[in-house]
């Protein structure tokens, strides 16, 4: 989205849109994730919603930080988007080795499918969180700017 659209849209809704498009993919996701197209697909919508959401909420940080704390505010926030790609791999790799199972031929383990379905019914759980906070936000700077407008 180019900036010339940002007062058009402005940056609540492409959040909410986001929220809602990542958590239908989420859902899909668990439904549909045994064929390779469905996946690539299904993930082609996750990476659009998610990027609908980071572009709202980068957004909405960015205009109701004070000036003077702007700096910190975009620090902070990128500092917890790491630990977040950080802790989710590692999350997603223990329930994947929890859920395992050896295959004694190959010697190999390989994660079962209720591995999958728990992981993807933990990130529907987090798009739905995500959406609630979305119209948390919306609410709370609707109200604001009534207050004072």
Known sequence: MDPYNIPRFGSIKPLVLGSIITAVSFILLFQYHESTVALASILALTAAGLSLMNFGGMNIIITSAPREYLAATQGITQMLRIVGSAIGPA?????????????????????????????????????????ALALVIKHNRSSINDKYA
């Not at 929890?98 to 390989?110: E, L």
């Open 91 to 131: 999350i997603v790799g223990v329930i994947m080795h929890i859920y395992s199972i050896h295959d004694p031929r190959s010697g190999n383990i390989y994660p079962l499918n209720y591995a999958y379905n728990t992981i993807f019914l933990i990130a529907v759980m987090v798009g739905f969180v995500s959406f």
